[in-house]
């Protein structure tokens, strides 16, 4: 009842002080599924809440060194359907991965932040291989969000939400199972990065600066492609050139 009353009051409160956009709220399954993320504040969660359908409940991964370390904290955020991550040396605790897999089999859903802490600048840093195992071993799909604006959060200010489509990693075979889950990470971090874009996007058709060094990366590449249509085998020379240095500056950001 806690968690139904504080959630409708938050959804009044963002409907009234800021502007959200919410894109793909069709692309929302009907049953359990893991909601993937990239995170910017602690506010992420609210803004995703807000974004998704009231039914089925969505709990929340925390981090219990940080999010829960205070005693008012501990009382109130179960209450929120928020529940504690112990980290040693790496390794989520047994009590998480059991609660995650409970939660699923009962049919709520599961919101991870698959970075582990919040992303320098905007920037998507590298996810945990922990939600390619949840999804892999639990057979339930992968729904990826994108969120914007949280970062730099004040009164009336815009904020985006971009649902992706979901999806199930193919069930792997004993030998590769460490691979499809590697690839099952590489999968929502190409798609939270393509979200990504499209969430920071401005009317006018300026993006944020943590955008602009990809997509100037794929316009140079367009120019070049377009000079050694022009010219011929000179520009071939400048088209790889042009291509290892790109390579260069994408390997540097």
Known sequence: MLF????ALARFILALFFRVEVQGRENVPEGACLVVSNHLSWTDTIFILYALPRSPPV?????????????????LLPRLHVFPVRRSRGALDEEAIDRVYSVLERGDRVMVFPEGAYGRDGRLR????????FALNSGKPLLPVAISGTDRLRPFSRVRVVIGRPFIPDPPLLEDLKARVRDAVANVAEVLGQLGVRASERRGGCLPWPF???????????VVA??????????????????KAGQGRGQGA
Do not use: C
């Open 212 to 222: 602009r060094r990809r997509l100037a990366k794929t316009k140079g590449a367009e």
């Open 4 to 7: 139904v009353i504080v959630f």
């Open 126 to 133: 590298p996810l945990k291989d922990g939600i390619g195992y």
């Open 59 to 75: 709990w929340t991964m925390a981090n219990e060194s940080s999010v829960f370390n205070t005693g008012w904290k501990r009382w």
């Open 226 to 243: 377009r000079d050694a249509e022009k010219h011929g085998g000179r520009a071939g020379g400048e088209e790889e050139q042009a291509g």
